[in-house]
C-alpha cells in the first residue's frame, strides 16, 4: 500500500483518497478488471523527452543514452513531430470555427 506522508501529501488528502476508494469499490467490486502497468505513457514520455533533447547534430548520444539505433530515434523525432504539427493544425481549425461562429 502506497503511504501519502511518502508521496510528500498531507494528511488532507486521506479522505479524498478514501471517499476515491469508496467509489471504485462500489462501482467494481467483485468484477475482475485490468489495469494496464501504463509503459505505453511511460514510453510517449521518453519519446518526448528524446524529441525535446534532439537538435540534428547530438544522434549518436541520444542512440547512446537511449539505447536506440539510429533509424529508431528519427523514427521517434518524426512521430513525435507530425503528432505535434496534427495537433495545431486541429487547434487552427477549432479557432477559425469559433470565429466564424460567433
Given at each position: 500500500?502506497?503511504?501519502?506522508?511518502?508521496?510528500?501529501?498531507?494528511?488532507?488528502?486521506?479522505?479524498?483518497?478514501?471517499?476515491?476508494?469508496?467509489?471504485?469499490?462500489?462501482?467494481?467490486?467483485?468484477?475482475?478488471?485490468?489495469?494496464?502497468?501504463?509503459?505505453?505513457?511511460?514510453?510517449?514520455?521518453?519519446s518526448?523527452e528524446?524529441?525535446?533533447?534532439?537538435?540534428?547534430?547530438?544522434t549518436?548520444?541520444?542512440c547512446?543514452?537511449?539505447?536506440?539505433?539510429?533509424?529508431?530515434?528519427?523514427?521517434?523525432?518524426?512521430?513525435?513531430?507530425?503528432?505535434?504539427?496534427e495537433?495545431?493544425?486541429?487547434?487552427?481549425?477549432?479557432?477559425?470555427?469559433?470565429?466564424?461562429?460567433?
Open positions: 500500500m502506497v503511504d501519502l506522508q511518502e508521496m510528500g501529501l498531507g494528511d488532507d488528502c486521506e479522505p479524498i483518497a478514501l471517499v476515491v476508494t469508496e467509489r471504485i469499490r462500489s462501482y467494481w467490486g467483485g468484477c475482475q478488471i485490468y489495469i494496464p502497468m501504463g509503459r505505453c505513457l511511460e514510453v510517449s514520455k521518453k518526448k528524446i524529441e525535446a533533447r534532439f537538435n540534428g547534430r547530438n549518436r548520444e541520444l547512446r543514452c537511449y539505447g536506440l539505433t539510429q533509424r529508431h530515434l528519427y523514427r521517434v523525432v518524426n512521430q513525435i513531430r507530425a503528432a505535434r504539427r495537433k495545431l493544425a486541429k487547434d487552427r481549425d477549432i479557432s477559425k470555427l469559433r470565429v466564424f461562429g460567433t
